[in-house]
């Protein structure tokens, strides 16, 4: 069963949702970090539910200014308050009679799993860390379509500077279009792929703040990698288009304890049948292995 509560991070509420396994706790626990604007409801419910079934404590929420957790202006895109987020849910793990703080595994999808990889390599308290489609570059979706997709930013990124200076309301680009579109993702298939993870009569809000860009261009995850002391699972999506998978892979073997797992993905292939079912056996038996006494 899932319930839902929240945390507070910086003053602010986080929505979050928490699913126990059967059982007496405290259990071992993964915290869920979905992908760039993305909110729990795109998805992550088959994911509270396999792990849970498989008898881990699974929590997910929305980071501030996205989907149900508060913060205005709505849809920012930050870094530092990403991170500030994380750091709160697992207080709130640590917090919880039900939760085995020393047992704690970090998922992380898409863009997600660049704050997995990061956090990992900044904190000695986490038993475990996957990622999947893993987006690890901030760039390299932009730089897939090229330098001149990457120029017409520019403009929007001045207007919403300029405007936050004025205390105007901000400059807004979509997070995802079609090819052509200016968005910060607009590769083929890439509009498709986002609304195949949406349920039906979702209202997904799917603007950014343009000025998002800037930090985002320079966020390396992948150069963190050796940081990363934990067990690091790397689901690579060999067929990936918005990052070169090579990339993924190359974090495996960087992480001291990183393993890669690679699958004929797409990016939004892993989220479905019949890939779906084989990503997560595989998630379930390296969590198994790092968070589970041994019989």
């Not at 939760?99 to 990889?117: M, Q």
């Not at 760039?139 to 929007?156: D, I, N």
């Not at 002391?229 to 090579?246: A, F, I, N, T, Y």
């Amino acid at each position: 069963m899932t319930i839902r509560t929240h945390f507070i991070s910086r003053s602010q509420r986080c929505a979050a949702w928490l699913t126990l396994p059967t059982g007496q706790g405290p259990h071992p626990t993964i915290l869920l970090v979905h992908g760039g604007g993305a909110t729990h409801e795109m998805i992550l419910d088959q994911y509270e539910r396999w792990f849970s079934q498989a008898g881990f404590a699974v929590l997910a929420f929305d980071f501030r200014h996205l989907g149900e957790s508060e913060g205005e202006p709505r849809q920012l895109m930050d870094l530092r308050r990403y991170f500030e987020d994380i750091d709160a849910a697992l207080d709130f793990i640590k917090s919880h009679d039900d939760l085995d703080a020393t047992r704690v595994a970090l998922w992380g999808t898409s863009f997600g799993a660049s704050h997995v990889v990061a956090t990992a390599a900044r904190r000695r308290d986490i038993a475990a860390a996957i990622v999947q489609c893993p987006i690890l570059r901030g760039r390299a979706p932009a730089l897939r379509s090229g330098l001149g997709h990457l120029l017409r930013f520019t403009g929007p990124i001045l207007s919403d500077l300029l405007r936050g200076a004025l205390g105007l309301a901000r400059r807004y680009v979509p997070i995802v279009g079609r090819p052509g579109e200016l968005a910060f993702v607009n590769r083929p298939g890439a509009w498709e792929g986002w609304h195949s993870v949406m349920p039906p009569g979702y209202a997904f809000d799917s603007r950014v703040q343009a000025s998002a860009a800037i930090s985002m261009l320079f966020y390396d995850a992948a150069s963190q990698a050796k940081q990363v002391q934990c067990p690091l699972l790397v689901c690579v999506s060999d067929k990936e288009d918005l990052m070169d998978p090579d990339i993924a892979a190359r974090v495996a073997r960087d992480a001291p304890r990183g393993v890669a797992r690679h699958y004929p993905a797409d990016h939004f292939d892993v989220y479905h049948s019949p890939l779906v079912g084989r990503i997560v056996a595989d998630q379930i038996a390296f969590l198994a292995e790092h968070l589970l006494p041994r019989q």
